[in-house]
């Protein structure tokens, strides 16, 4: 079975909706890590809509499992990286519009770019790993890059509308991770894993870690809802 790597990111969305401390995903990352969390991921993004760069620095400090950054390919980026040095980095396209990370990246088309940006962070003892479909043209460039891993995009496997489609995208990124792992790659897959939809992906043969986010903090948020009007009522009489 892979290993689970949680994705904090939306702790920081609701921190950030009210630009206020609570709930800090340092705190969500060191519970994470009780509860058997293999790893802590977050994704700094350019607009900086909900991991900041101060909780990137402490996760660093604190995270006991390792640590995934997810980023733009950008020279601000890049050397936020090789700063704070996280177990691995993971290269995702980012656009400013989106309400998440949409497709996977392009690596075909900007080879050159993904290359000098995975020679920069490898070579400062930084895995990258390339979170793209799971298309032959896509993997064959991640192999020509030299990055160490590549991140399967769960996507479409968690949006297919039908059992059909839904097998189709299994089928392919079963596919693609038996060529990557063929090639020499390490695998790993996320986007758009729930509770319903992950035992498939994670039956895959040779897939090594999940990342799962939004997902669990909605869970969290649901099974937190009793104790925490309990204990609001407990403020209420001062007995909290
Ligand atoms: N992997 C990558 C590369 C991502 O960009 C994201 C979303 O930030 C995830 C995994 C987690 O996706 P979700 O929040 O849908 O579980």
């Known amino acids: 079975m892979p290993t689970l790597g949680v994705n904090i990111d939306h702790i920081a969305t609701i921190r950030q909706a009210r630009r206020t401390v609570e709930p800090d995903p340092v705190a969500a990352a060191v519970l994470a890590e009780l509860a058997g969390a293999d790893g802590i991921t977050v994704h700094l993004r350019e607009d900086r809509r909900h991991i900041q760069e101060r909780d990137v620095r402490l996760l660093r400090q604190t995270v006991r499992s390792h640590l995934n950054l997810e980023m733009a390919a950008t020279d601000e980026m890049v050397a936020i990286a090789l700063d704070i040095k996280p177990d691995y980095v993971t290269l995702v396209p980012e656009k400013r519009e989106e309400v998440t990370t949409e497709g996977g990246l392009d690596i075909v088309g900007q080879i050159g770019r993904i290359g000098e940006v ?60 038996e060529q990557a792992i063929q090639a020499g790659l390490r695998v790993n897959a996320g986007h758009g894993l729930t509770y319903w939809n992950v035992y498939r992906v994670a039956g895959i043969p040779g897939m090594e870690e999940l990342n799962i986010g939004h997902s669990i903090v909605s869970r969290a948020a649901l099974v937190g809802m009793e104790r925490a009007v309990r204990e609001m009522k407990q403020a209420m009489r001062g007995l909290l």
Do not use: M
Not at 142 to 161: C, D, M, N, P, W
Not at 169 to 176: K, P, Q
């Open 118 to 177: 995975v020679d920069k962070l490898q070579s400062a003892g930084i895995p990258v790993s390339l979170f793209i479909d799971a298309e032959t043209a896509q993997i064959e460039a991640s192999v020509k890059v030299g990055a160490q891993f590549i991140e399967l995009h769960t996507g479409r496997y968690a949006e297919a509308k039908d059992e059909i489609s839904r097998d189709q995208e299994l089928a392919l990124l079963d596919e693609g991770c």
